[in-house]
């Protein structure tokens, strides 16, 4: 199906729903929000969202304490016309053997519009939150690259939406005593690693309102805050050792540093899986897939619209008075580990060429990111090539990395 008669049939949907509501019930008439530099948000494009701050594609394999395992999904959707009735269809899928029939997973969480009260404008949102794990009837023994084809039922309408495919690499594993161990498995997510990001306001809370009302910049534009924070975030896949390393980081602009903090775990980010060793090969190992997160309070983000308001802290760096090419570093044991670099024009942070690979808020941008020694362990190319879990690929070049 195009996005053109998706479209249409979302537009068909919403007239019937309209048209079935009294005068003193109309849906309140939408806007668009605009960026920092009083730019128009872009709308989300409609599927998959890569990365929302607190939401990203997460599959598992999930292990019963047997040994066999089921896929486990967790996935945001942006798509406008989603009703109650519709639902998330899973084709679980070995190379083009199908596994089993498709499996329905219904929404845990809807959001058609976002308002932040009844005095304050009313957004799009058209956002779908599942998270979905397949029955006991879908259980699987053995490593293996396998798939997850997804689609949307949009029910009373008649019709399916795709919305690609999520790899799910499995590899053998061993747990156990030294003597006695068990060959289980467990999943790669060797994807999620490389990629850097940096975004705006503190998407903390896991709703679908803290995504809508950052991608626009509800708050920012006509709520109360002078300004807001960014958050830089990336993963690295270690062993033991390097996985307990604790990292600071400092921003730097014009060879001065104007914020610096000390890296926390995300929530609801991290993808730790720990193991004993690959099959086949001696002695333990313990692999885990870590995120980092460093919020950088000092550096504020002001909306054009607020430009002429009192600073509420003179120690804080105000990026629309401060426009140019900043630079920021995270180290550990004594040494530089990893580094970004973003420009800033009008007050909003420059996009990089490959934000067009990928689907996030507004709010949301990937960034160049240099790797000296944060991830300690090989990673798999073929998921590398792959967008966070998601269902597309990384386009020559990228993801953003120098």
């Known amino acids: 199906m195009t996005l053109k008669t998706l479209s249409a049939l979302s537009l068909a949907l919403f007239s019937t729903v309209a048209l079935s509501m009294s005068a003193d019930a109309e849906t309140p008439a939408e806007r668009e929000g605009t960026d920092p530099s009083g730019a128009p948000v872009a709308p989300m494009k409609v599927g998959i969202v890569d990365f929302a701050g607190s939401y990203f594609t997460q599959v598992q394999a999930r292990r019963s304490p ?43 969480t809807i959001l058609s519009q976002y308002q932040d009260n009844q005095t304050t404008p009313v957004y799009s949102a058209g956002l ?21 084809a997804l689609s949307i039922r949009q029910t009373l309408l008649g019709t399916k939406v795709a919305l690609g495919s999520l790899p799910l690499k499995v590899i053998n594993i061993k747990q156990g005593s030294q003597n006695r161990q068990t060959t289980l498995q467990t999943e790669l997510h ?14 903390q809370s896991k709703s679908l309102e803290g995504v809508a009302a950052a991608h626009h910049r509800a708050n920012l534009e006509t709520g109360t805050n002078n300004s807001t924070h960014l958050n830089f975030l990336f993963w690295s896949k270690n062993n033991k050792e390097t996985a307990s390393r604790r990292y600071t980081g400092a921003c730097l602009y014009n060879g001065k540093k104007v914020s610096s903090t000390s890296s926390t775990g995300a929530p609801g980010t991290s993808m ?28 504020r983000i002001r909306h054009k619209a607020k430009a002429d308001t009192p600073n509420n802290n003179a ?13 920021c570093k995270f180290m550990a ?15 909003a942070i420059v996009s990089n060429r490959c934000q067009s690979d990928i689907n996030t808020p507004g709010n949301v941008y990937v960034i160049p990111f240099q790797d000296s020694g944060v991830s300690s362990e090989k990673l798999d190319k073929s998921l590398q090539k792959r967008i966070l879990n998601g269902p597309r690929s990384w386009s020559k070049g990228c993801p953003a990395q120098k």
């Open 66 to 108: 047997k040994g066999e395992w089921v896929p486990k999904l967790r996935v945001l959707v942006h798509l406008p016309g989603f009703a109650d009735e519709d639902a998330l269809l899973i084709q679980f899928k070995s190379g083009k053997k199908k596994l089993g029939k498709e499996w329905a997973c219904g929404a845990k």
């Open 128 to 148: 779908v939150y599942f998270e979905c794990q397949m029955p006991e009837s879908y259980q699987q023994k053995k490593a293996g690259s396998y798939e997850l």
């Open 190 to 203: 060797d994807s999620l690693v490389g990629t850097a990001f940096v975004y705006e306001a503190p998407t």
């Open 272 to 299: 730790a899986t720990n193991y004993w060793s690959y099959l086949g090969k001696k002695g333990k190992a313990n692999i885990s897939w870590k995120s980092h997160l460093f919020t950088m309070h000092q550096l």
């Open 315 to 327: 120690k804080w760096h105000y990026l629309d008075q401060n426009p140019g090419t900043y630079e």
């Open 333 to 347: 044991d004594g040494a530089i580990l990893g580094a970004v670099k973003f420009d800033v024009v009008g007050g």
